[in-house]
């Protein structure tokens, strides 16, 4: 079955993720009080540095990166966000605010200079509908913008209405399979960050393959996942909007081609938006 990790934390300091089962991911979910620093290297891993909520001056290789960050939380708009290549030094600094940073990252041997992307850059493409239950925005961090600037990492904020379906009609992305037309699948390993509003919101993180037992897990307010196969759909509490900072690493390459359950081909027609996401994910 998929190597899934769970982790739930409440506390006020960095939390690292790095897994020796899930090594081609990495995330780091940093809390700084006004005026603090962390700092760090990633000898494997590009990274992008999300700002969640306040606002820091980060440091690449000597490079300066001010003010960074312009939400109060992640339901405040799209993120403010920095690259970070392989092996680079990082440095961050809150300002005179309390600020919350995401670090995904993923394997890679290619290096590229660090850059700033700023939401005005962030790409947004909505998939589903109230009617269908499937309802949920995507913002793409890192996706397109990342040709020939970043490896194989893959970085998203997804926002999904009460009650609502996400990574569905189901799809998986653990095999590499090629076609004539291009990949008819790519493998990426995947992680999910879940966040709820209101915070006592909860959800489901579903697992099957066409063989074996399928699994299930409660997702609450700050619980992350990883996920290296299988189908895997979540869904939300009704009366509880979902956030899923989301961080992908291709195997093979940085173009992601999701493996449709063919069980429910129906809904592919029946669910606006899945064209869309697919090629913004390429």
Same mark, same amino acid.
């Given at each position: ?18 897994? &020796? ?22 000898? $494997? *891993? ?17 490079? +300066?990166? +001010?003010?960074v @960050? ?6 405040? %708009? ?14 961050i600094v809150?300002?005179?605010?309390? +600020?919350?940073?995401?670090? @995904? ?5 290619e ?14 493409? $909505? ?20 040709? %020939? ?10 926002? &999904?209405?009460?009650?609502?379906w ?23 390993d $995947? ?9 006592? %919101? ?15 897990w409660?997702?609450?307010? @700050? ?16 009366? *509880? ?8 690493? %291709?195997?093979?390459e ?24 697919? $090629?913004?994910?390429?």
């Amino acid at each position: 079955m998929p190597d899934i990790i769970r982790r739930h934390d409440n506390g006020n300091r960095p939390i690292l993720h790095h897994d &020796a089962r899930m090594a081609s991911v990495h995330f780091n979910l940093v809390r700084l009080g006004p005026g603090e620093v962390f700092e760090t290297r990633l000898p $494997e *891993h590009e990274a992008i540095l999300a700002v969640l909520s306040g606002t820091v001056d980060i440091t690449v290789d000597g490079e +300066a990166f +001010a003010a960074v @960050g312009r939400r109060a939380d992640i339901w405040s %708009g799209p993120a403010d966000s920095v690259y970070a290549p392989v092996g680079s030094a990082i440095r961050i600094v809150a300002r005179d605010k309390p +600020a919350e940073v995401a670090i @995904g990252g993923g394997v890679t041997t290619e290096r590229h200079p660090a850059f700033r992307i700023p939401p005005e850059e962030v790409v947004m493409v $909505e998939v589903g509908s109230p009617e269908t239950h499937s309802r949920r925005r995507i913002f793409h961090i890192l996706g397109q913008n990342g040709q %020939g600037r970043a490896g194989r990492l893959l970085v998203s904020e997804l926002y &999904a209405d009460d009650g609502s379906w996400n990574g569905y009609p189901p799809h998986k992305h653990d095999t590499d399979v090629p076609g004539q037309d291009g990949p008819r699948e790519t493998a990426h390993d $995947e992680l999910y960050h879940f966040r709820y509003d209101p915070p006592s %919101g909860f959800g489901a993180q579903l697992i099957y393959e066409d063989s074996g037992e399928p699994q299930a897990w409660l997702t609450r307010d @700050g619980d992350t996942f990883t996920v290296d196969r299988g189908y895997h759909p979540t869904v939300t509490s009704p009366g *509880h909007r979902a956030y899923i900072f989301t961080v992908m690493a %291709g195997k093979t390459e940085r173009g992601l081609v999701q493996y449709f359950d063919p069980a429910h081909a129906d809904l592919m027609d029946r669910i606006p938006g899945i064209q869309a996401m697919r $090629e913004k994910f390429r």
